[in-house]
């Protein structure tokens, strides 16, 4: 497993680490920002992937003075340039594979 992905983080160490308040992780999780792992007891898990998005959301939010809904835009956004990237590369590798084998 990727230790990035790997929920390693309760609430209250996550917020603390961001230097927020547990309520505010709580509400970022209500409206769909960020999704942790949650314990068989059903407790919010934190991993460094997590840590790094809430980050980025603050400085959203802090720094640029974008909304909620505005870092709920950049985020979608984001994650959809993202897939379309990978898309593109895999097109492009299977284009280059193709014109190797014609040059065969």
Request: no cysteine; proline share 2%.
């Amino acid at each position: 497993m990727d230790e990035n992905i790997k929920p390693r983080y309760v609430i209250s160490i996550a917020a603390e680490l961001l230097g927020t308040r547990t309520y505010t992780l709580r509400y970022y999780e209500k409206v769909g920002i960020v999704r942790p792992a949650r314990s068989s007891g059903n407790i919010r898990l934190y991993s460094d992937m997590d840590l790094a998005l809430l980050r980025r959301v603050r400085a959203l939010m802090e720094d640029l003075g974008v909304n909620l809904a505005g870092v709920e835009v950049i985020l979608r956004m984001s994650r959809q340039i993202a897939r379309l990237q990978r898309a593109t590369e895999e097109l492009e590798a299977e284009i280059d594979s193709l014109r190797n084998r014609e040059e065969v």
